[in-house]
């Protein structure tokens, strides 16, 4: 590395959110915009590397990686071209605007807003969207409100458990192409499968991704449950237009297919399954009809009733039950 | 969320501090401690940004150093006495920033479970919000939905008695226990994984209980005032020292399926791919319903006792598929209603 590269010694003086924090001031006070000349110049940071011998080089690389990181914080800064040559960024200027930097001063919130807000806020279990969560409600906070009774009583979590979930949020967050290996039951080995990601919802209890196959072109629910390795956002980006109404349509999606499937039960009276089915079922001429989305999640439950429950129709569902209480009973069945 | 518990990066700094002055600002003045519990951080961790921002400020005129009303400053006196801590000089990042794209997406999907409340999805709240914070953000957030679910009179029922502090009177059936009624003093509902609990106080047992409100019937509000209500709830599984040992054996694979048992582990082992599971349930003849449920993968090791009735479980759910014409019904696959 060349002697006045930005390794030099004294580049550790200015902790880097100084500096961030600086430009992110510099740039929002002017209103035709800075060029890099002067804020390489000018704004404390970059200034006192420049003046201990870092390359211009190096303080030009530092100022893109700066934006980069300023942007991924929200901070919308503005390139404005030379009128002239606009494909020359040498003359372009650079600004923060006001306007799309801060919360709209017209958008306000009611004392009840916030105490409903400030319930929201507490529902994530997992530590980084406990802490976005968190977050955003400071920053509304600061609006100076004041908050009404807090809603007692209360105590409402959902719950995370994949780690595929992170992932799936940024690809759907930066419109690009994910894969991941994805094992649906009864399968030996994982398929890869490749989607353009667009929502993601949670349905009695699961996380599902909703997005478009790539390889079939069509719309696709994927259980996260169900996805056994890494998620890897590719480069490939699709029209953020895709997004649009997206987690209406994965919600619209499932529930249009619990009204397809519905399993005809016999359940016994006054049991657990009764107590849990009768809520989500409709009485039938010989027993209930329940909906599900699943059918070896629903399977899965209804086994887990043992006697209490038996399929009647479908063939599949009741299959699938039977064959959870044989392995149940050849696994438990021996003495040990 | 424990104060100071988290690392943080410069980035992160960066965006806490460009929300800590507007901050300060709506505060005019607060105590360290008020302002690191705000954060998230340490006290120390709030000092050193309340001190770093006194460095930061407007550029100098070309070749000049920034004079001091180009920086932002604190009073330094009531820092160093008092612990608090107050702006006295702000030269811009007076507004709070735009929510980022995350941010607003944590948001609304707790606004959608919030929906589910008896008395908070009716109000029209909760669309005005979803529309403020979707204009609130710095770009689209991700869209993180949560499947609405209807308030049934059981919630409506509850909710009211939380609000009026009474007890309530409700027929409770646990699974393998016959039916009890109870007068509970209501002191929390819980949801988790889509289901609702009620945790309060037992007028027949004469300790905290939670009740799964799926198994709650004929719920009625009665005139007695709560007495309990104050009464700290333990956490939403906590068994205490109470109940009994099962040792329980899966592959690795099945783990995350079991969280909710394994959360109450006592120790696990791991056997190659098997892991050994001890939990502390209140009925271990209860894990029949587990292992039926994830049929073949999980094994009762101990006690013999849960091991049988798992086996008998399944047994009886297995012979009602004769599937020589009608069902049959024996006296096997009546499930008994007993303590």
């Given at each position: 590395?060349?002697?006045?590269?930005?390794?030099?010694?004294?580049a550790?003086?200015?902790?880097?959110?100084?500096?961030?924090?600086?430009l992110?001031?510099?740039?929002?006070?002017?209103?035709?915009?800075?060029?890099?000349?002067?804020?390489?110049?000018?704004?404390?940071?970059?200034?006192?590397?420049?003046?201990?011998?870092?390359?211009?080089?190096?303080?030009?690389?530092?100022?893109?990686?700066?934006?980069e990181?300023?942007?991924?914080?929200?901070?919308?800064?503005?390139?404005?071209?030379?009128?002239?040559?606009?494909?020359?960024?040498?003359?372009?200027?650079y600004?923060v605007?006001t306007?799309?930097?801060?919360?709209?001063?017209?958008?306000?919130?009611?004392?009840?807003?916030?105490?409903?807000?400030?319930?929201?806020?507490?529902?994530w279990?997992?530590?980084s969207?406990?802490?976005?969560?968190?977050?955003?409600?400071?920053?509304?906070?600061s609006?100076?409100?004041t908050?009404d009774?807090?809603?007692?009583?209360?105590?409402?979590r959902?719950?995370?458990h994949?780690?595929?979930?992170?992932?799936?949020?940024?690809?759907?967050?930066?419109?690009?192409?994910?894969?991941?290996?994805?094992?649906?039951?009864?399968?030996?080995?994982?398929?890869?499968r490749?989607?353009r990601?667009?929502?993601?919802?949670?349905y009695?209890?699961?996380?599902?991704?909703?997005?478009?196959?790539?390889e079939?072109?069509?719309?696709?629910?994927?259980?996260?449950?169900?996805?056994?390795?890494?998620?890897?956002?590719?480069?490939?980006?699709?029209?953020?237009?895709?997004?649009?109404g997206?987690?209406?349509?994965?919600?619209?999606?499932?529930?249009?297919?619990?009204?397809?499937?519905?399993a005809?039960?016999?359940?016994?009276?006054?049991?657990e399954?009764?107590?849990?089915?009768?809520?989500?079922?409709?009485?039938?001429?010989q027993?209930?009809?329940?909906?599900?989305?699943?059918?070896?999640?629903?399977a899965?439950?209804?086994?887990?009733?043992?006697?209490?429950v038996?399929?009647?129709?479908?063939?599949?569902l009741?299959?699938?039950?039977?064959?959870?209480?044989?392995?149940?009973?050849?696994?438990?069945?021996?003495?040990? | 969320?424990?104060?100071?518990?988290?690392?943080?990066?410069?980035?992160?700094?960066?965006?806490?501090?460009?929300?800590?002055?507007?901050?300060?600002?709506?505060?005019?003045?607060?105590?360290?401690?008020?302002?690191?519990?705000?954060?998230?951080?340490?006290?120390?961790?709030?000092?050193?940004?309340?001190?770093?921002?006194?460095?930061?400020?407007?550029?100098?005129?070309?070749?000049?150093?920034q004079?001091?009303?180009?920086?932002?400053?604190?009073?330094?006196?009531?820092?160093?006495?008092?612990?608090r801590?107050?702006?006295?000089n702000?030269?811009?990042?007076?507004?709070a920033?735009?929510?980022?794209a995350?941010?607003?997406?944590?948001?609304?999907?707790?606004?959608?479970?919030?929906?589910?409340?008896?008395?908070?999805?009716?109000?029209?709240?909760?669309?005005?919000?979803?529309?403020?914070?979707?204009?609130?953000?710095?770009?689209?957030?991700?869209?993180?939905?949560?499947?609405?679910?209807?308030?049934?009179?059981?919630?409506g029922?509850v909710?009211?008695?939380?609000?009026?502090g009474?007890?309530?009177?409700?027929?409770?059936?646990?699974?393998?226990?016959?039916?009890?009624?109870?007068t509970v003093?209501?002191?929390?509902?819980?949801?988790a994984?889509?289901?609702?609990?009620?945790?309060?106080?037992?007028?027949?047992?004469?300790?905290?209980?939670?009740?799964?409100?799926?198994?709650?019937?004929?719920?009625?509000?009665?005139d007695?005032?709560?007495?309990?209500g104050?009464?700290q709830?333990?956490?939403?599984?906590?068994m205490?020292?109470?109940?009994?040992?099962?040792?329980?054996?899966?592959?690795?694979?099945?783990?995350?399926?079991?969280?909710?048992?394994?959360?109450?582990?006592?120790?696990?082992?791991?056997?190659?791919?098997?892991?050994?599971?001890?939990?502390?349930?209140?009925?271990?003849?209860?894990?029949?319903?587990?292992?039926?449920?994830?049929?073949?993968?999980?094994?009762?090791?101990?006690?013999?006792g849960?091991?049988?009735?798992?086996?008998d479980?399944?047994?009886?759910?297995?012979?009602?598929?004769?599937?020589?014409?009608?069902?049959?019904?024996?006296?096997?696959?009546?499930?008994?209603p007993?303590g």
């Amino acid at each position: 590395m060349p002697a006045d590269d930005l390794s030099a010694s004294t580049a550790a003086r200015n902790a880097p959110e100084e500096r961030l924090l600086n430009l992110v001031v510099a740039l929002m006070a002017t209103d035709q915009g800075l060029t890099k000349d002067t804020i390489l110049g000018s704004v404390s940071g970059y200034r006192e590397q420049g003046d201990s011998g870092a390359s211009k080089d190096a303080l030009e690389k530092m100022f893109e990686r700066d934006k980069e990181s300023l942007r991924a914080l929200g901070v919308p800064i503005e390139t404005i071209g030379d009128r002239l040559e606009p494909d020359d960024l040498r003359q372009a200027r650079y600004r923060v605007p006001t306007s799309e930097y801060a919360l709209p001063e017209e958008i306000t919130f009611t004392p009840e807003e916030i105490a409903v807000l400030n319930l929201a806020a507490g529902v994530w279990g997992e530590a980084s969207l406990s802490a976005d969560a968190r977050s955003g409600l400071r920053k509304i906070g600061s609006l100076g409100i004041t908050v009404d009774e807090p809603i007692i009583g209360y105590s409402p979590r959902i719950s995370l458990h994949e780690g595929s979930f992170a992932p799936l949020q940024r690809a759907i967050e930066q419109c690009r192409v994910a894969t991941f290996p994805y094992l649906k039951p009864g399968d030996e080995t994982p398929r890869t499968r490749r989607i353009r990601p667009l929502a993601l919802a949670e349905y009695e209890g699961r996380w599902h991704v909703y997005g478009i196959d790539t390889e079939i072109e069509q719309e696709r629910t994927f259980l996260l449950s169900r996805i056994v390795g890494a998620v890897k956002v590719t480069r490939e980006s699709f029209d953020a237009g895709l997004r649009e109404g997206a987690g209406e349509r994965a919600l619209q999606g499932l529930e249009d297919l619990a009204r397809r499937q519905t399993a005809l039960l016999e359940v016994h009276p006054g049991t657990e399954a009764a107590l849990r089915l009768h809520r989500r079922g409709v009485p039938a001429l010989q027993g209930i009809r329940v909906p599900f989305v699943d059918v070896h999640i629903f399977a899965d439950e209804l086994a887990s009733y043992g006697p209490e429950v038996r399929v009647v129709d479908p063939p599949a569902l009741r299959d699938e039950v039977r064959r959870r209480l044989r392995a149940a009973l050849d696994l438990n069945g021996a003495a040990r | 969320m424990t104060p100071g518990a988290r690392p943080v990066l410069a980035t992160e700094r960066a965006a806490l501090m460009l929300q800590l002055v507007p901050y300060l600002i709506s505060k005019g003045e607060v105590t360290v401690a008020e302002a690191a519990a705000d954060f998230d951080v340490s006290e120390t961790q709030m000092r050193a940004m309340v001190e770093k921002l006194t460095v930061i400020g407007r550029p100098g005129d070309a070749g000049y150093w920034q004079m001091a009303n180009d920086l932002f400053d604190i009073d330094w006196d009531l820092l160093d006495e008092h612990d608090r801590i107050s702006l006295t000089n702000a030269v811009g990042l007076e507004h709070a920033p735009r929510l980022t794209a995350r941010e607003a997406a944590a948001l609304l999907a707790g606004l959608q479970l919030a929906r589910s409340l008896p008395g908070v999805g009716e109000s029209g709240v909760i669309a005005g919000l979803l529309a403020k914070l979707a204009r609130g953000a710095s770009s689209a957030p991700a869209d993180l939905i949560v499947a609405p679910e209807p308030v049934d009179d059981v919630r409506g029922s509850v909710d009211e008695a939380l609000r009026r502090g009474v007890a309530v009177s409700f027929t409770y059936k646990a699974p393998d226990a016959p039916a009890t009624t109870r007068t509970v003093d209501p002191v929390k509902v819980h949801i988790a994984d889509g289901q609702w609990y009620l945790q309060g106080w037992c007028h027949l047992r004469q300790a905290m209980r939670t009740f799964h409100l799926d198994r709650v019937s004929d719920l009625a509000l009665t005139d007695i005032a709560i007495t309990h209500g104050e009464e700290q709830p333990p956490a939403l599984f906590d068994m205490g020292e109470t109940g009994n040992i099962v040792r329980i054996r899966f592959p690795d694979a099945v783990a995350p399926l079991l969280r909710g048992y394994l959360d109450r582990a006592q120790e696990t082992i791991a056997h190659g791919d098997l892991t050994v599971a001890a939990i502390r349930v209140a009925d271990p003849t209860s894990l029949k319903r587990l292992a039926a449920g994830r049929g073949g993968e999980v094994e009762i090791l101990e006690p013999g006792g849960a091991r049988e009735a798992a086996a008998d479980w399944a047994r009886a759910g297995l012979e009602q598929y004769t599937d020589t014409g009608a069902p049959e019904r024996g006296g096997e696959d009546a499930p008994a209603p007993e303590g």
